[in-house]
């Protein structure tokens, strides 16, 4: 597993800041293959799609 913020090794290393400031802000990285996922802001929250895993929605 990765961290969907900075794309690292999620058992690696202090993911504090990368989980504070997923609070504010959608993923960037699939937690599952680590690619860079498209990301799409609206209003009501926002939608991060993986091209090998599929989207993500809130």
């Not at 690292?8 to 690619?35: I, K, S, T, Y």
Request: net charge positive.
């Amino acid at each position: 597993m990765f961290c969907d913020r900075c794309g690292e090794n999620a058992a690696a290393g202090d993911h504090a800041a990368c989980a504070a400031a997923r609070e504010l802000e959608p993923p960037r990285f699939c937690p599952q293959c680590r690619r860079r996922m498209k990301v799409q802001v609206v209003p009501t929250g926002w939608r991060a799609s993986c091209v090998e895993h599929g989207t993500r929605t809130a």
